[in-house]
């Protein structure tokens, strides 16, 4: 239980750092010139089509909220000693509705590059 606690105020730790830092940064040149040419483009493009926009923020929402949800609910699972909760999590891994649910998030809302070939 302890490592979880420091675990919990590591996270918390960092995410005040980040945020402190992030409020700071510098957009470099070419990216402010770049987003100062598409920025009217695209909020042009938002107006004319509002859905689009809705459907890109709850993309973007999706991510940034299941990512690191699911990674803390991994570290907390793995942290701990009892096995129940280490039994749950593989029993909600194999239920057909969280495979469906992770496949559709993966499948609408990754960037799929392609591989080099060596």
């Given at each position: 239980?302890?490592?979880?606690?420091?675990?919990?105020?590591?996270?918390?730790?960092?995410?005040?750092?980040?945020?402190?830092?992030?409020?700071?940064?510098?957009?470099?040149?070419?990216?402010?010139?770049?987003?100062?040419?598409?920025?009217?483009?695209?909020?042009?493009?938002?107006?004319?089509?509002?859905?689009?926009?809705?459907?890109?923020?709850?993309?973007?929402?999706?991510?940034?909220?299941?990512?690191?949800?699911?990674?803390?609910?991994?570290?907390?699972?793995?942290?701990?000693?009892?096995?129940?909760d280490?039994?749950?999590?593989?029993?909600?891994?194999?239920?057909?509705?969280?495979?469906?649910?992770?496949?559709?998030?993966?499948?609408f809302?990754?960037?799929?590059?392609?591989?080099?070939?060596?």
């Open positions: 239980m302890r490592k979880l606690i420091y675990f919990v105020l590591a996270f918390l730790a960092a995410s005040v750092v980040f945020v402190a830092f992030a409020q700071d940064a510098v957009v470099p040149a070419p990216i402010s010139g770049i987003l100062a040419i598409l920025g009217p483009l695209f909020e042009g493009f938002i107006k004319q089509y509002p859905v689009i926009g809705i459907v890109v923020f709850w993309i973007g929402a999706v991510r940034i909220v299941m990512k690191p949800v699911m990674a803390v609910a991994l570290a907390i699972v793995q942290l701990t000693n009892t096995k129940s280490d039994e749950w999590l593989a029993k909600l891994k194999t239920k057909k509705w969280y495979k469906t649910v992770c496949f559709i998030l993966d499948w809302l990754s960037v799929k590059l392609p591989k080099e070939e060596k």
